[in-house]
């Protein structure tokens, strides 16, 4: 439990404290309304998640990997096609693909832990179709050079911005670059809500309605009239009105975590052999999901912070192919292997304070100086 740590992972019972009384008003009046499903609080959600993305649409759905399946599925992906992403993302992204009846082909990343274009070039086909760059961490992929690169070959882009919401590339938003832009609003990402949740965003009208008949049933809801066989994955009320509050305050999270982003760096530069995840050029404003340092000697640092009462996490251990039960070829990706016995996620969110991150640092400091 979060309790047991002076320096928890997240803290969600302190978010909920800190903005209680706009969200049990936004609650109680959705309760209250009787709207439960697909009414008002919805589309005024994705209307102000459109417009905070820079995109005409926003269409919001059960989650994250809702996102991802409903636009591969829009876009007409399925069997006998080719889908690039990355090897290092949460599993849900492959499973997207495989579930729209296509074939993941994993390519590598680089040193911000986003797709290599120079592997995404490589490893596109005839049978390519689409490619699902994973905005990693709260950082965007050179979309400059993806973009080029899908409009030589006439491939679309699925933004994969579950960790990316309010990050931005020469000055547009993560979510506004591709075909379709994919949202997680998992309870513990910088706009989380209160149960699992996601949203597509998009330009594309066409797209854009197909996605909102595909999570509910392929139903038109004006007219009753069936035109697919969808899916149950809508974004509930509730849920849509919690996240709508929190919306107002996302960039001033944000600006929070770049803040602690630029004390974690002051404090941990040149310590050991830690790699932060801060990199050269203007060209991106990072949001800082995560905040993830990479060391050789990951499980002993992971180790000594457990003992001193902070709390880490290791998003991906091992290699999602390494996970048989998946199915999946290997890829021979040895940087991502080795990323995942590096890396090592520190506390980062919008209730962290300074004093937490001095620390953490102080404790960081203090196992590369004994060592």
Known sequence: MATSYRVPFVDPRKHYQRIKSEVDSAISDTLAAGDLVLRRQLADFERRLAEYVGTK??????????????????????????????????????SAIIHAGASPVLVSVGEDYNMDVEALAEAISERTRAIIPVHLNGRLCAMDRLQALARQHGI???????????????DRMAGSFGSAGCFSFYPFKALGGIGDGGAVTTDDPVLARTVTLLRFNGEDRETAELHAHGYTASLDNVNAATLDVKLRHLPRWIEHRRA???????????????????FDGTTHVDSFQNYVIR?????????HLFDEGIETLVHWPKPMWEHKALGLDDPRLPETERICREVLSLPMNAELTPEQV???????QEFFAQS
């Open 260 to 278: 602690l982003a630029k004390r974690y760096r002051a404090a941990l530069s040149g310590v050991g052999d830690l790699r932060l995840p801060h």
């Open 358 to 364: 001095d620390i953490v640092t102080s404790s960081i």
């Open 57 to 94: 649409y926003a269409v919001g759905v059960a989650s994250g990997y809702h996102a991802l399946h409903l636009s591969l599925l829009a876009l007409g992906v399925g069997p006998g096609h080719e889908v690039i992403t990355v090897g290092h993302t949460f599993v849900a992204t492959v």
């Open 156 to 170: 679309a882009i699925i933004e994969d911005a579950a960790q990316a919401l309010g990050a931005s590339f020469h």
């Open 295 to 303: 060391t050789s000697r990951r499980e002993a640092l992971r180790e």
